[in-house]
């Protein structure tokens, strides 16, 4: 191969020698632009998980929640002691008095009729049973009814009021004191009792 030099000269080129040895390494360049970024390789393997950390600062109450449902009412408790009786309150206003009714007495008298079949001597006392009467329906008594202390009693011997010492009545009985004489056998003898009752309208 022919190489011409500068001057103009041709120059006939020899056969290549053998490779000299490799030189010292140079210095190292200037460092170059950095390259476009890489796509992003696949997610490594989950490493092991750490150690709890310490317990954070307690956060800031929360509103208050909603009321819950009213739960079911509990069973009745024991009945608690008496306690002690509270001091008497002040006596009430006197009320207007009333009106008064219209009072109305009723009397409400009963006879009873009696005439002997033989002589009474009244040397002792004469007693007579009520059921030997008959009252104002002509029935046979059953007692002499309506004796109290409401009541009073009147004896008619023939047809005659007598003194209240003469005799005593009880529901069972008329009583004729002594007194000597003698109530002779078909001599009516009658025992009125008047009894008041009242009655408020």
Known sequence: MSIYNGIGFRLVGGATGPTGATGATGGTG??????????TGATGATGATGATGGTGA???TGGTGA???TGATGATGGTGATGATGDTGPTGATGATGTVGTITVMPTANRYFYIPSSNIVLTAPGVIPATQFTNDVGDTATEFSNLGPSSYSNLYINGILQEGSAY???TSALTLNPSGDTIYAGTPITVEIVSFSVQIT
């Open 30 to 39: 200037a460092t170059g632009a950095a390259g476009a970024t890489g796509g």
């Open 58 to 60: 307690t956060g800031a």
């Open 67 to 69: 009321t819950g449902a």
């Open 168 to 170: 005593s009545v009880s």
